[in-house]
C-alpha cells in the first residue's frame, strides 16, 4: 500500500520569502503521478501542481515548482514570491494504482501562514 | 471554466435523521469520487463511480449509499446520522481512469446536532 507522509504540520514565511513544503511517499509503482492541492480557508480544494514519475524535469507553475527526487521518493513544493493569498492547507496526494480508479491518498497536511 | 458543482454547501441535521448530498462533475468527466474530511484531518476516500457503476470502496460507513446517474451526476445518501459524521463532504471528477488529476467541488458542510 502506498503512504504519503508530511512531516510539516505547520509552517509560516514572510510575504515574498520562499518557502519549501516537504512530502514523502511510498511505493512499489515505477510510473505515477504526484499532485499537490491547496485547501485555503474557504475550504476549496484546489489543484497546486502535479508531477509525473517518468519526467526527469520539475514541474513548475508560475511561483509554484516541485523538486522532485524519485530515488529519494521525496516530491517536496517551493512557493516563490510568497503572497498572503497562499496562506492555506497544502496537501500531498498519491493515487492509489492498487484501487480501480486511482483513488487518491492524502498526506495530513502542512499548514502554510504567509504573513505580511 | 465549469467546475464540479455540489449541492447543497451547508446542511444542518439532526440525529438519525438522512441526507443527501448532491454532486454534478465537469462536463465530459466520467469518474466521480467522495470524500469525507472531518475537523483537522486530510480528505478520506468513501466511494468511486466510473461510467455509473461502482468502482471502489473506501472507509464508507453501511449507512451511507451513493449511486452515480445517467446524466453522471452522483448522490451520496446519509441514513441514520450520527454526530460523528459531521464533516465536509467533497465530490471529485476526471475524465477517464488514468492519472488526470481530480477536480473538486467546494463541499458541503454537513452538521449533525
Known amino acids: 500500500a502506498q503512504t504519503v507522509t508530511q512531516s510539516q504540520p505547520e509552517m509560516s514565511v514572510q510575504e515574498a520569502e520562499t518557502v519549501t513544503l516537504s512530502c514523502t511517499y511510498d511505493?512499489?509503482?515505477?510510473?505515477?503521478?504526484l499532485f499537490w492541492y491547496k485547501q485555503p480557508p474557504s475550504r476549496q480544494m484546489i489543484l497546486v501542481i502535479r508531477?509525473?514519475?517518468?519526467?526527469?524535469q520539475n514541474a513548475t507553475e508560475n511561483r509554484f515548482s516541485v523538486n522532485f527526487q524519485k530515488a529519494a521518493k521525496s516530491f517536496s513544493l517551493k512557493i516563490s514570491d510568497s503572497q498572503l493569498g497562499d496562506t492555506a492547507m497544502y496537501f500531498c496526494?498519491?493515487?492509489?494504482?492498487?484501487?480501480?480508479?486511482?483513488?487518491?491518498?492524502f498526506g495530513r497536511g502542512t499548514q502554510l501562514t504567509v504573513w505580511p | 471554466a465549469a467546475g464540479v458543482i455540489q449541492s447543497p454547501r451547508h446542511l444542518i441535521k439532526e440525529k438519525r435523521e438522512t441526507a443527501t448530498l448532491k454532486c454534478y462533475p465537469i462536463?465530459?468527466?466520467?469518474?466521480v469520487y467522495w470524500y469525507q474530511q472531518g475537523p483537522g484531518q486530510d480528505p478520506q476516500f468513501l466511494i468511486s463511480?466510473?461510467?455509473?457503476?461502482q468502482s471502489d470502496k473506501g472507509s464508507i460507513p453501511d449507512r451511507f449509499s451513493a449511486q452515480q446517474f445517467s446524466d453522471y451526476h452522483s448522490e451520496l445518501n446519509m441514513s441514520s446520522l450520527e454526530l460523528g459524521d459531521s464533516a465536509l463532504y467533497f465530490c471529485?471528477?476526471?475524465w477517464g481512469t488514468g492519472d488526470s488529476p481530480l477536480h473538486f467541488g467546494n463541499g458541503t458542510r454537513l452538521t449533525v446536532t
Open positions: 462536463p465530459r468527466h466520467d469518474t
Open positions: 471529485a471528477s476526471r
Open positions: 463511480f466510473y461510467e455509473k457503476m
Open positions: 508531477q509525473e514519475a517518468y519526467k526527469q
Open positions: 496526494a498519491f493515487p492509489d494504482r492498487g484501487s480501480t480508479l486511482g483513488r487518491l491518498y
Open positions: 511505493t512499489s509503482e515505477s510510473n505515477y503521478y
